[in-house]
């Protein structure tokens, strides 16, 4: 049986950092400030942004929320996003996507400042990142909190192990293989277009899938003793809970590949918890060099 890594715990720890170098900060004069927008009222959205903002708080943080109607105009979100960039109280900003059909998401993440983007999706930190330059880039919070679970079960060292990340999302699946490499991990980058994708998985010491697919990855894909990270969260229906009810389910089949694995991460309660808890993170990375300290390490 593999050990489950623990990811609510892990992400408690963060946040509980965070608010220690909080209050140092705050007593020095200087609050961290992150700013959360959203554009419509997609409910997914609206919940995950809540408790961005809620998460905020909670560190000690000045979190302010933007909500604007889905008919905004793009250029009155780009005034916003440089009226944030221009705010000194403001270290963090983050525009939830996806972003109505009329506004160019791209125009609107590349008009966040590079120092205030903790999501990490400027040009400016996916190359620093792409280059190996973490101490000054921002890295996006879903692959930094997984790597963060999977440096406590591996080491910082990932010298001489076969990681195989399947997916090539911009969000995740290039920035986690980017946060591999610059662990030393031999790393595989895996997707749709794969030939024999289990065969690769099995050469995973390290498999992390981020591909948006309930159970894809199934127990005979895993090698025997492998580190299972699994960043999917999907929703499927659970008719054995009573009608129209759903659960929660990765891109893992937990159920086989936890048989054969060495560690793995759980869903819920695995990857999921740490991506707030790294904004809050990133937020307080932020603040620090905003005014000139070098940030704690989290
Ligand atoms: N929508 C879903 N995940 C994310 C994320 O990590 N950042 C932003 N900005 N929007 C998202």
């Given amino acids: 049986m593999a050990e489950f890594i623990d990811g609510k715990a892990a992400a408690a720890e963060v946040v509980e950092k965070v608010k220690t170098e909080t209050v140092a900060l705050t007593e020095e004069g200087i609050t961290p400030g992150l700013a959360v927008v959203i554009v419509g009222d997609d409910p997914a959205s609206q919940v995950y942004v809540a408790s961005k903002s809620k998460r905020a708080k909670e560190c000690g943080f000045h979190s302010v929320q933007h909500t604007l109607p889905a008919e905004t105009a793009e250029t009155e979100l780009l005034a916003l996003v440089k009226a944030l960039n221009a705010d000194p109280a403001i270290h963090g900003i983050l525009v939830q996507l996806p972003l109505p059909d009329h506004i160019d998401s791209a125009r609107v993440i590349q008009t966040i400042a590079p120092e205030k983007d903790v999501d990490g999706f400027h040009f400016i930190n996916v ?97 025997e003793g492998a580190t299972v990270i699994d960043v999917g969260i999907n929703r499927i229906p659970a008719p054995e809970k009573g009608e129209g009810k759903t659960r929660l389910v990765g891109d893992v089949a937990f159920d086989e590949a936890e048989k054969i694995a060495g560690a793995i991460t759980p869903v819920p309660g695995g990857v999921g918890p740490m991506t707030i808890a790294m904004l809050m993170a990133n937020t307080l990375v932020s603040a620090c060099r905003a005014n000139g300290r070098v940030p704690p390490s989290l």
């Fill in 127 to 223: 190359g620093k990142l792409g280059t190996g330059t973490l101490d000054s880039a921002f890295v996006p919070c879903t692959p930094a909190g997984a790597m963060l679970l999977l440096k406590r079960v591996r080491g910082t060292d990932l010298s001489g192990l076969n990681a195989v990340v399947i997916g090539r999302s911009n969000i995740v699946g290039k920035p986690m293989a980017n946060l591999l490499l610059a662990a030393n991990a031999t790393v595989t980058i895996a997707h749709s277009r794969t030939k024999d994708l289990p065969a690769v998985a099995r050469s995973a010491d390290i498999l992390v899938a981020a591909v948006g697919r309930p159970q894809m990855v199934r127990g005979d894909w895993v090698k």
